[in-house]
T-cell receptor
């Protein structure tokens, strides 16, 4: 089936630094969803991107969908310790969600 | 409170002993699904259900069964568990397919098969 690659797998940042995670596919993505999973918690839906080139913002989080709909990114400006967790992208195609492997973000205070 | 409830949260069992993980949602969602989460692999879909009595395989269905007799419940059955089914399992639901509002996940069930 569809394969969704996510990089990096881990990222350590100092509090206040920016962070970006990338989601890539060799084939066209349908719709991209982003989830956050806190340590020991469950995935929580953040947003869905549908259109080519779409950009959406949620406070310090900026989500982008590539022009060719083969990649997406999540950028966090000025990270805080509350941003700690694993961020997943997921392709919402047909009746299924296909998840990337996730990027684990660690923030040093 | 809108929620997806899974039970048990933790389970240690022996190879071959049948088990069921229950999942219930109180949001009148049509779509429900099961995922397993393994380090570095993200979440992989096991089975999903579009509505009552309608179920279909996901990416990793081998060794699992599901049923959807009522809208709110979607149990995951392991008829003969094996150690490679040791994992963290999540149930999720959404209004229709995981559309604009995304999927709501349960708290997870950590299963260990020895």
């Amino acid at each position: 089936g569809q394969q969704v690659m996510q990089i990096p797998q881990y990222q350590h940042v100092q509090e206040g630094e920016d962070f970006t995670t990338y989601c890539n596919s060799s084939t066209t993505l349908s719709n991209i969803q982003w989830y956050k999973q806190r340590p020991g918690g469950h995935p929580v839906f953040l947003i869905q991107l549908v259109k080519s080139g779409e950009v959406k913002k949620q406070k310090r989080l900026t989500f982008q969908f590539g022009e060719a709909k083969k990649n997406s990114s999540l950028h966090i400006t000025a990270t805080q310790t509350t941003d700690v967790g694993t961020y997943f992208c997921a392709d919402n195609a047909g009746n299924m969600l296909t998840f990337g492997g996730g990027t684990r973000l660690m923030v040093k205070p | 409170e809108a929620q997806v409830t899974q039970n048990p949260r933790y389970l240690i069992t022996v190879t071959g002993k049948k088990l069921t993980v229950t999942c219930s949602q109180n949001m009148n969602h049509e779509y429900m699904s099961w995922y397993r989460q393994d380090p570095g692999l993200g979440l992989r879909q096991i089975y999903y259900s579009m509505n009552v009595e309608v179920t279909d395989k996901g990416d990793v269905p081998e060794g699992y069964k599901v049923s959807r007799k009522e809208k709110r419940n979607f149990p995951l059955i392991l008829e003969s568990p094996s150690p490679n089914q040791t994992s963290l399992y999540f149930c999720a639901s959404s209004y229709t397919r995981p559309g604009v509002t995304g999927a709501f996940f349960g708290q997870g069930t950590r299963l260990t098969v020895v």
